[in-house]
């Protein structure tokens, strides 16, 4: 402690010497909240005060701001700070140091501030790991803000990602779906977005996502799936058929031939190695936000979907409108996308009103209570097969993938195959993955 107090001094200390570091010092100090010693935080508050207007810094000017009830007890404080200040060479460690004493005090008040007793505030034990683990983060935040970066280095950075474009080299924050037509449109899925599916029942969209999540596994990424209608054992089930190309008849029978049972063997080999967990009772954000929390303490995660969005329940939220309530959790999930840097696919139901029209291709205005999630969403993806509704449809076996919003890119559509008896979506010219 006592060398971050030093810290303080030396600090405000060499912007009394040399003003013009007043804008290195605040890159990593953003305001007076950060001292320990009041005096340093009176001063530094007046400092910045007469930075911001374009006036002079030095003791006279300071003491002159100064309220009238510090100016006894600082003035002559900072004369013997400034005067122990000899260089400002190493101005940026001190501020650091400033900084880093700032967030471990705020991690000490985290006792004082928080009651985990307090079953108003917090009526579960996961409420209050969720208030612990959000401030935790904020912490973090603290300490990995990002430096202020020149024109010329923001260029350089705009241009070093082109530049991989160019050289066909993929982002390290872009996991491709490895669905041609669908990466032609989107690129892949980013890191920190948060991408609605949506479609009516029967289309498809959990057997979709739970194929996109199987890809970004198969890369390596952690996945974690929550599943708000469907139980994990079925789930599993399914992931066998996608990665055994097994027939989901013979999963629930037993029935296979010698090769269908080699493939089921060898896909639950496969799938026992990837980190992908799936949950199947956890019905509110705070118990997902703590379990992504669990897994981010081992490893990134590379991608979470939530099947589906109507079914998230919150009791809290009881007196909202629904439409307030499902926005809300449509926000807070892309937050959590965010917080966590991972794509976050939040899958969403279709209003009635498509069955009573002749085409029932989906558009934005079908999402249930709309406006908010789509706000939420940095893309929305619409699932439609038309054999669904058209028995004799030309289209059997080929689902639509509608880019109804595409922030920053393009919008349009996407054509996969579909083979409904292994849940696997392809690209209609087979891609070869296995």
Not at 387 to 413: C, F, L, M, P, Q
């Amino acid at each position: 402690m006592v060398e971050r107090i030093r810290s303080e001094a030396a600090v405000i200390g060499s912007i009394i010497l040399e003003p013009e570091c007043i804008d290195l010092v605040r890159k990593y100090v953003h305001d007076s909240s950060y001292f320990n010693d009041n005096r340093f935080a009176a001063a530094f508050k007046v400092i910045c005060d007469l930075h911001d207007k374009g006036k002079e810094i030095d003791l006279t000017t300071i003491h002159d701001n100064l309220p009238d009830n510090a100016k006894k007890n600082i003035a002559g404080f900072l004369k013997d700070v400034s005067d122990s200040v000899i260089s400002t060479a190493n101005v940026e460690t001190y501020a650091k140091l400033v900084r880093e004493g700032y967030a471990r005090r705020r991690i000490a008040s985290l006792k004082k501030r928080i009651d985990p007793f307090d079953l108003k505030k917090y009526p579960t034990t996961i409420d209050v790991t969720n208030e612990i683990d959000k401030e935790i983060h904020e912490v973090e935040k603290i300490v990995q803000a990002s430096e202020d970066l020149t024109t010329s280095e923001l260029v350089q950075e705009a241009m070093q990602d082109i530049e991989k474009k160019v050289n066909k080299e993929h982002s390290s924050n872009i996991i491709p779906t490895g669905y041609i037509d669908l990466d032609r449109v989107i690129l892949g899925l980013e890191e920190s977005e948060h991408i609605v599916l949506a479609a009516r029942p029967a289309m498809g969209k959990t057997t979709f996502a739970l194929n996109l999540a199987l890809r970004v596994a198969k890369t390596g990424k952690r996945v974690i799936f929550f599943s708000l209608e469907m139980s994990r054992k079925r789930l599993m089930q399914r992931l066998l058929c996608i990665e055994g190309k097994v027939n989901s008849h013979s999963i629930k029978t037993g029935e296979f031939s010698e090769e269908e049972y080699l493939r089921v063997t060898r896909a639950a080999s496969s799938l026992a190695q990837l980190k992908f967990a799936v949950y199947d009772d956890l019905f509110n954000l705070p118990e997902m936000r703590a379990k992504l929390a669990q897994h981010e303490a081992k490893d990134n995660i590379g991608l979470f979907a939530i099947d589906y969005l109507q079914l998230i329940k919150d009791n809290r939220k009881k007196n909202m409108s629904r439409q307030q309530e499902l926005g809300d959790y449509a926000y807070e999930i892309a937050r959590m996308a965010k917080i966590y840097k991972t794509t976050a696919i939040t899958l969403s139901q279709l209003n009635r009103e498509v069955e009573q029209r002749q085409n029932k291709r989906p558009v934005l205005s079908d999402l249930y209570e709309s406006g908010a999630i789509e706000a939420s969403a940095d893309k929305v993806l619409m699932l439609y097969r038309d054999e669904v509704y058209n028995g004799d449809s030309t289209d059997k076996g080929i689902a639509e993938i509608g880019i109804a919003k595409n922030r920053d890119g393009e919008t349009g559509i996407a054509r996969l195959a579909f083979l409904g008896e292994n849940f696997r979506f392809e690209n209609l010219a087979r891609d070869g993955w296995s």
